[in-house]
């Protein structure tokens, strides 16, 4: 895919952006955006994916602004972020199709769609659990289940060992199953492989 080839200096709007500039970002949000939903949209076939993709990719730029002065291709690095939180959208759907279908058979009803409220108070105390880790086990947690990274690729922007991240991520996963265990028991293991928190 060809990139964008804007009639300014990215690398000084990013640079810009980095140091706080909300009209850098807003110039590389206005120039990405569209083939950005585009993208996501050709992937997932669903509009409000593609929106919901494209807002939650720019608010990580946003919160990471920081971290953009050391961007060398910032198109290569949106489209990569937008292709791995589509493919974990996906995975999601596909995985929470399958399991509500399994758990209706059983006859259990408590995790049907008829009972969103269930589900998203379970969400939330994940949530919260995860806000309670430390903060390395935290960030190595959230690369590898929110941003679909691998053991290696995590290991390699952090700076760290692959026995590293495997340890804070084990140590990640006991205690939130743990927490959540504690309060929801079975439902919150059925939403936990729902939601991608195992």
């Not at 140091?19 to 939903?37: D, K, Q, V």
């Not at 974990?88 to 279908?101: F, N, P």
């Not at 804070?168 to 028991?185: D, T």
Request: charged share 20%; hydrophobic share 40%; glycine share 4%.
């Amino acid at each position: 895919m060809e990139p964008i080839r804007p009639p300014y200096n990215e690398q000084e709007l990013l640079l810009q952006l980095a140091a706080g500039s909300e009209a850098a970002f807003t110039a590389i949000f206005h120039h990405y955006r569209g083939r950005l939903y585009h993208y996501i949209f050709s992937i997932t076939a669903s509009r409000e994916t593609a929106e919901d993709t494209v807002h939650d990719v720019f608010l990580k730029i946003w919160n990471n602004r920081e971290k953009m002065a050391g961007i060398e291709n910032i198109n290569a690095y949106l489209f990569r972020i937008c292709h791995n939180q589509a493919i974990t959208g996906l995975r999601r759907m596909a995985k929470e199709t399958l399991i509500l279908s399994e758990l209706q058979q059983e006859n259990i009803p408590f995790l049907s769609h008829a009972d969103p409220a269930c589900q998203k108070e379970i969400r939330d105390s994940i949530q919260q659990a995860v806000n309670r880790l430390s903060p390395q086990q935290r960030q190595v947690f959230l690369l590898s289940r929110q941003d679909g990274l691998k053991h290696k690729q995590i290991a390699e922007q952090l700076g760290v060992s692959i026995n590293t991240v495997k340890t804070h991520l084990g140590q990640a996963l006991r205690f939130l199953r743990e927490e959540i265990g504690q309060q929801y028991g079975l439902q919150a293991t059925a939403i936990w492989v729902i939601y991608q928190f195992s």
